[in-house]
């Protein structure tokens, strides 16, 4: 419980939290962006 109160209170926690946040945000958007180029090739090329 302390790690969730530190988490979300702190200088560092909230740091952290916002490169969590972050990094799964530029995770959803590369595989939209992938999937996306992966599709487009394949019309392409068929």
Known sequence: MK???D???T???LFSL???VFM???AVWFYRFFARKMDESQ???G
């Open 11 to 13: 200088d560092y926690g």
């Open 18 to 20: 916002g490169v969590i």
């Open 43 to 45: 019309r392409q090329q």
């Open 3 to 5: 790690a969730m109160m």
């Open 7 to 9: 988490l979300f209170s």
């Open 24 to 26: 799964l945000g530029m």
